[in-house]
């Protein structure tokens, strides 16, 4: 496959090695990250030998350097990547259907954020607890990226939903459909919302096996794809936080476009981690009441963070609304005071009526000359 030529290869060794993570000059050197009261350093770690990569993925087509020129782009995954290189930090809200997306839009936001656990929720009524399929993101995520093809949608891919054949499968599915960015965590294939207590991860190896196949998978998307490949690991909160970097430094090493780390508990350890990993950009999830503190997207920013998404903020609110609403027509027989005076056509427009009605007028239709 073409992308496996971005790996190098060497003999195989079983000594330990150490593995440093390069930090330009003009960063400075990462400080001591605080794990449960204990110091630790975080710019030298031992790493098993069969763990590292011969030598750190790099595709100089997908350089940072390449994307902070020039207008941005129609093609969503290029102009996430223009998004990254530029300043200004990616605010992403999470959108859960049709109508989370339209309302996000609307409202000018330039990135959506599919969540795993709103799509569980909005498509099946279900919890985050890996009951939703490959084919159940997939579809969502046409749905979505369909209502405007130039805004970078960031998609929730779980575990990747198998083995390194089902990750590239994920991919390849997940970049048709028009998505810009997927993450893939570490977590073990019975996974739940990262904001759950009880969390179970693979090793590093399965994590990083995770990352390979993805990246190898969008390398080897025909005509060179911007596809951007997240690494998440769910780590801190089963493992602790120098674990959490191992394996975050490692995904960046194995081709991770963005390091994700899940449930980050205090602006100092964000800070920290960012510092850590840098010059690789940090996505943070923000989710009001979970493990997260509520990070505003100003304060994300200053902490050094590239990505922030709210992830249940569309699903949550509309749980809200439609249980105000339905106990309102239950109490009073009537849905007026609800509707708060949308009409049918207001409703429709937030949902494009406009934009149909005028297509329809330039091919020359006469269907919708009076709506």
Same mark, same amino acid.
């Given at each position: ?22 930090? *330009?000059?003009? #960063?400075? @050197? %990462? ?9 630790? /350093?975080? $710019? !030298? ?41 530029? *300043?200004?930090? #990616?605010? @992403? %809200? ?9 309302? /996000?839009? $609307? !409202? ?44 970078? #949608?960031? @998609? ?216």
């Amino acid at each position: 496959m073409p992308g496996l030529d971005l790996f190098s290869s060497s003999s195989p060794a079983t000594a330990n090695t150490i593995v440093e993570v390069p930090v *330009p000059s003009s #960063v400075p @050197a %990462p400080p001591l990250v605080e794990v449960e009261g204990t110091e630790k /350093a975080t $710019e !030298a770690v031992v790493i098993p030998r069969s763990l590292a990569s011969p030598a750190a993925y790099y595709n100089p087509r997908l350089d940072p350097k390449n994307f902070l020129e020039g207008p941005l782009s129609w093609n969503p995954a290029t102009r996430l990547r223009q998004m990254l290189a530029r *300043p200004g930090i #990616v605010v @992403a %809200p999470g959108i859960c259907d049709g109508i989370s997306a339209r309302c /996000a839009l $609307e !409202a000018g936001f330039d990135c959506l954020y599919q969540s795993g656990a709103a799509t569980t929720a909005s498509r099946l009524g279900q919890p985050d607890l890996a009951i939703a399929t490959l084919n159940d993101f997939v579809q969502s995520a046409q749905m979505v990226c369909s209502l405007d093809p130039t805004t970078p #949608v960031i @998609a929730d891919a779980d575990t990747g939903f198998g083995g390194p054949a089902m990750v590239a499968r994920t991919v390849t599915q997940y970049a048709r459909a028009g998505v810009a960015a997927l993450h893939i965590e570490d977590q073990v294939q019975t996974k739940r919302c990262g904001h759950l207590l009880g969390k179970q991860v693979v090793s590093r190896e399965e994590f990083l096996t995770r990352i390979r196949a993805a990246v190898i998978a969008r390398d080897s998307i025909p005509g060179g794809s911007d596809f951007v490949i997240i690494g998440r690991t769910d780590s801190a909160q089963v493992l602790g936080m120098e674990e959490a970097l191992i394996r975050l430094r490692l995904a960046a090493d194995a081709g991770a476009d963005v390091c994700f780390i899940e449930g980050v508990r205090t602006a100092e350890l964000l800070k920290s981690t960012v510092e850590a990993l840098a010059p690789k950009p940090v996505l943070v999830n923000v989710i009001s009441g979970g493990l997260t503190p509520s990070f505003t997207t100003h304060e994300a920013e200053a902490l050094g963070a590239k990505i922030i998404i709210f992830s249940l903020v569309s699903c949550v609110a509309a749980v809200h609304g439609i249980r105000a609403a339905m106990a309102s027509l239950k109490k009073t027989g009537t849905d007026f005071t609800s509707a708060k005076g949308m009409d049918p056509k207001a409703f429709f427009e937030v949902m494009g009526l406009s934009d149909i009605v005028q297509l329809d007028a330039q091919a020359g239709g006469k269907a919708f000359e009076k709506v």
